[in-house]
């Protein structure tokens, strides 16, 4: 039998996770569930946060420049 994922005791022949896998992973599960939840709510806010901000700008400071003179 070749070398790789079969010689593994946290996956089967089929290639998904065996109950050792899943055993050891569940710890973390909370955690890592929490930890995503923070990140997607954190770059959802700077997001908005950030679009909110750009969208008040109204560029009554920036001049325009003149139409170029045109040639005769």
Do not use: C, H, W
Not at 17 to 23: D, E, K, S, V
Not at 60 to 66: A, R
Request: hydrophobic fraction near 40%; proline fraction near 6%; charged fraction near 20%.
């Amino acid at each position: 039998m070749p070398a790789g994922i079969f010689n593994s005791t946290y996956y089967g022949k089929d290639y998904r996770a065996g109950a050792a896998l899943l055993r050891a992973r569940r710890p973390y599960l909370f955690k890592n569930a929490f930890t995503g939840l923070a990140l997607v709510s954190f770059t959802i806010s700077v997001y908005a946060y950030t679009i909110r901000a750009v969208g008040q700008d109204e560029f009554s400071d920036v001049k325009i420049p003149d139409e170029p003179a045109k040639k005769q």
